[in-house]
């Protein structure tokens, strides 16, 4: 930056919001505030950014004077804020985990995502989805040596008139059998362990060996952690994996499948959960089926029926 | 962190919302949304902070349902909170400089210091003040060297009936000729730099000398700008010198003194004009006069009638 500095181009004095929108001062008033800050908006502004923004303004005017926030609060608002944003980093999105919490991502997920009643339902996408999957072969064992339960999971990608997809992409992430995702625990974990990018097959089908994930508390280190703590509100979330599916032509389906027999599925700390996405994992136990899927006996499965909906405009 | 994990205390599964506001799912829905979220929050939770985030969820999901904000959007969202915290610096408070510019912070002013008249009005403290001010003596030349117009400041802090208060606190920071604070270029300017904290002698008087600030873009290198721009708004606060006065027993006053002849008074990027705060800085022609006060002939002047009212429970 340099010590001398001209006038912004494009800085020339506009008009001020017209005389009826202003107190006698002539200035701010409090009472069209939220007025007076969205008649500065530009004419040439995008018309959706400016409906956007002006809700916006509107609302957290309205909230502000709702609750009369004090000073003391504002400055409290204004540190949670900067923690929130300082607390992310290339594999930690604090941000998320806060629209997460708030419900604005299931809010967000369920306007954008509306059911049909045949294509498989959406949900949060989550703040781990922070690095690639790495491409894997189909019926490769995205967890290793782990000491969770293992489990075959297996799916098709269908169309929603049931017509399978081949050459889908189905990435896949997970937490291990002690709640964590691999970012959580570089130090022990290689980045991209219980993580998966696969392709269907000719007849839409996937597989691939895992454990059964464990429920989990979403990290409680940062500002939404400490949220929660002093909401009284638990951080924990019923177990599940995550799904992104995709194909040409199709509404790209992020998702979860969820554990029946999990603790939390109705209270998950996110308010993801959508009974279409609970699945049991049945227990197999048949030596010779553990032998030919390459799983020590007994072992639990799912079977994911994935119905991708047309794209639309917004795809 | 480890790689076992207990199951954290008080974390037994609650009751959910009460199943009149569940849809046939039994979980999440678009209608009920808020109530939902709102109901995770613990019977225990302090009741202003249950109030405070129970309309900053309704007021957030109203928002996202009224303009069915979209995947891309809330995706844009994130990273433009994230880009934010992330701009902060020990130097620099990117989150005020939003909340400054969306007018939160004069309405959280506004709502929290009405004026009855007599005590002088407050505006936004602004992003600026994050360095403490070095003590200074009456009299000091806060400028030294600089290529502004010289400037006498004078004043009194007095309570709100006229009575002088003498050992108030006067702390007070500017921009310089150019437009910039001291800590937007640490490489040219020391720390502390255009600031000073004062103390009012046995009349409640205070005095320094200076240089007239220039109006100035607030930072537009940074996420905030970036809005300004895309919305069309100039980034433009006018010229204006900022006090926090305080004394034991009195509400802290933190204001500016806006420069009367400064270009942007009627369009201040951050709202924070308020008439009653708008100064001449007359010019003061008078070798002598500029002799005994120690500045170059001519010298500009301003006279700054603090009158703080008394405190109240907040303070």
Same mark, same amino acid.
């Given at each position: ?5 001209? +006038? ?24 069209? $505030?939220?007025? @007076? ?20 303004? *509107? ?18 608002? @204004? ?10 980093? $290339? ?21 954008? *995502? ?17 690095? #690639?999957?790495?491409?894997? #072969? !189909?019926? /490769? *064992? ?13 799916? +098709? ?23 964590? %995702? ?11 362990? !219980?993580?998966?990018?696969?392709? $269907?097959?000719? *007849? ?10 464990? %429920? %989990?508390? @979403? =990290?409680?280190?940062? =500002? ?6 002093? +909401? ?8 599940? @994996? ?9 509404? +790209? ?7 029946? /027999?999990?603790?939390?599925? %109705? ?7 959508? $009974?279409? !996405? ?19 006996? =007994? ?12 794209? /639309?405009?917004?795809?």
């Amino acid at each position: 930056m340099t010590a001398s500095r001209q +006038t912004p181009a494009g800085s020339a004095e506009p008009t001020r919001p017209t005389p009826s929108m202003q107190a006698a001062s002539g200035l701010f008033n409090e009472v069209h $505030s939220a007025e @007076i800050v969205n008649a500065s908006i530009g004419s040439a502004t995008d018309p959706r950014l400016r409906q956007v923004l002006t809700s916006l303004v *509107n609302h957290l005017h309205s909230f502000i004077k709702e609750v009369r926030l004090s000073e003391q609060e504002w400055a409290s608002a @204004i540190q949670f804020l900067t923690d929130t944003g300082q607390a992310c980093t $290339s594999t930690r999105q604090e941000f998320i985990l806060l629209s997460d919490v708030l419900g604005a991502s299931m809010l967000v997920d369920s306007l954008n *995502n509306e059911t049909d009643g045949v294509a498989t339902e959406s949900t949060v996408e989550g703040p781990f989805h922070m690095v #690639a999957s790495p491409q894997r #072969a !189909l019926g /490769d *064992n995205i967890a290793g040596v782990d000491d969770g339960e293992p489990c075959l999971v297996t799916g +098709t990608v269908t169309d929603d008139q049931g017509v399978p997809i081949p050459g889908a992409r189905v990435d896949v992430w997970q937490a291990d059998a002690h709640g964590f %995702y691999d970012v959580q625990q570089l130090d022990q974990r290689p980045e991209g362990y !219980l993580r998966g990018l696969f392709t $269907s097959d000719e *007849n839409g089908r996937f597989w691939f060996r895992t454990i059964v994930p464990r %429920y %989990y508390p @979403i =990290p409680g280190d940062g =500002p939404v952690g400490r949220l929660l703590q002093v +909401t009284g509100r638990h951080p924990n979330r019923p177990a599940h @994996i995550h799904f992104e599916v995709s194909s040409p032509g199709r509404h +790209t389906l992020t998702t979860h499948v969820f554990v029946a /027999d999990s603790p939390y599925l %109705y209270s998950d700390a996110v308010f993801a959960v959508k $009974s279409s !996405l609970v699945y049991e994992f049945p227990r197999v136990d048949d030596p010779v089926r553990a032998h030919e899927v390459g799983l020590p006996n =007994p072992f639990r499965t799912v079977d994911f029926a994935v119905a991708l909906r047309a794209a /639309d405009d917004t795809d």
